[in-house]
């Protein structure tokens, strides 16, 4: 069976591994687990790993399959990231190393269908490649990603081969979101959950790649704590920009006026269906933002997200106290599991922005107090 390449980035880079001995930033206390589980020889058969889209599980399953396979290990829970074995696996063409996932079964497509979930064909192709022995070594690693799209008949079908693996198979299934999964599936995997990763780490990990100190830092604190974010940033211009831009709107929202504030929820909730994942990706950004300001007025600022807003942030949060700034942020927490629970978008928006605290100043629409005497036409 063909095996489609692994995402194109980040590879593992055996030459700079993280603190934790493995080439997974930010996430030492999952690597340390799962070296762990190798030194002693109790590797499961089945792992959960969850996580946010870019915090490091496709990474962390490409490092796993490696120390499984790999030819020459420096030591038992470690690969060598340069023997035949550790680059055919970086390049996604290892025999007994395969990843499912979105990507992999848009390319087997024959017909244009919507790939929006991973189908139970899928799965069924999964189950067959199970059955098969390694033909290298004595593992076969199969990573799922995108295991969050499985839907009801396509989580029944994998459950079949969570129930009973061959002993030579070691299962990862990757999920933005865990809870999705059915308690019969989590129940029969080892748990792995990956937080963001902390921004000295994220940016450790792009120094360690050559990204200037400075550079690194910037990039990092715009990463949410997604390694994998900062990596295809670090080398893309654009996707910082775009970044950039999101945190802008995110603080234009916040600084108009009652009005212009409920405009924007009901545009948000009313487009909310074609543009799911942005408004989710909006709504992340809105938080951090909103937390920054929580964060400024308690003196905190060495643990703002968004410093390039810091001064403008600031001035804006002024106005408000503690408790004000803390019910914001719970707003916005509240609107995304509303969203997140099918509450229409556009009550859950509005909803949201009437909790946040009057902005007597509007950006926009200078209130007649702070504005200067219009001069005589
Ligand atoms: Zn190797």
């Known amino acids: 069976m063909a095996s489609t390449p692994v995402s194109a980035l980040p590879i593992t880079d055996w030459a700079n591994p993280a603190p934790g001995g493995w ?126 799209t499985l839907q009801g008949p396509a989580q029944e079908a994998l459950l079949k081969t969570l129930e009973e693996p061959p002993g030579f198979v070691v299962l990862l299934l990757l999920a933005d979101d865990a809870e999705l999964l059915l308690p019969t599936i989590r129940s029969r995997c080892q748990a792995i959950e990956l937080r963001p990763a902390n921004r000295p780490a994220v940016a450790a990990a792009l120094a360690a790649h050559g990204t200037q100190p400075d550079r690194a830092d910037e990039i990092a604190a715009l990463a949410n704590g997604r390694p994998g974010w900062a990596f295809r940033a670090a080398a893309d211009a654009k996707l910082i920009k775009k970044r950039e ?28 269906t074609k543009q799911r994942p942005e408004t989710f ?52 927490q509240t609107c995304l599991a509303d969203l997140e629970s099918n509450v229409r978008p556009r009550l859950a928006m509005e909803t949201m922005v009437l909790q946040w605290p009057i902005n007597s100043n509007p950006s926009d629409s200078p209130s007649p107090r702070a504005a200067p005497p219009r001069p005589p036409r």
């Open 281 to 332: 990706a909006d709504l992340g950004t809105l938080l951090g933002v909103w937390r920054d300001a929580l964060l400024l007025r308690a003196a905190l600022p060495h643990h703002l997200t968004y410093r390039g807003i810091a001064e403008r942030l600031a001035e804006l949060a002024r106005g408000w106290n503690l408790d004000d700034l803390h019910q914001a942020v719970c707003a916005v």
């Open 23 to 148: 080439p997974v930033w930010g996430q030492d206390a999952a690597v340390a687990r799962l070296r762990q589980a190798v030194r002693h020889d109790r590797v499961r058969h089945a792992f959960l790993v969850a996580g946010p889209d870019g915090v490091g599980k496709t990474t962390l399953a490409q490092a796993l399959a490696q120390v499984l396979c790999c030819q020459d290990r420096p030591a038992p829970d470690l690969a060598c990231g340069r023997c035949l074995t550790c680059r055919k696996i970086a390049r996604g063409v290892h025999p007994d190393v395969q990843t499912f996932g979105l990507e992999r079964q848009a390319t087997m497509a024959e017909t244009k269908t919507k790939n929006t979930t991973l189908t139970i064909e899928s799965m069924r192709d999964l189950a067959a490649t199970t059955a098969l022995r390694p033909m290298e070594g004595r593992w076969r690693v199969i990573a799922v990603e995108d295991a969050e």
């Open 245 to 272: 831009d999101a945190v802008e709107r995110a603080l234009a929202w916040i600084a108009g006026s009652a009005y212009d504030r409920l405009v924007t929820a009901v545009r948000l909730g009313d487009g909310f």
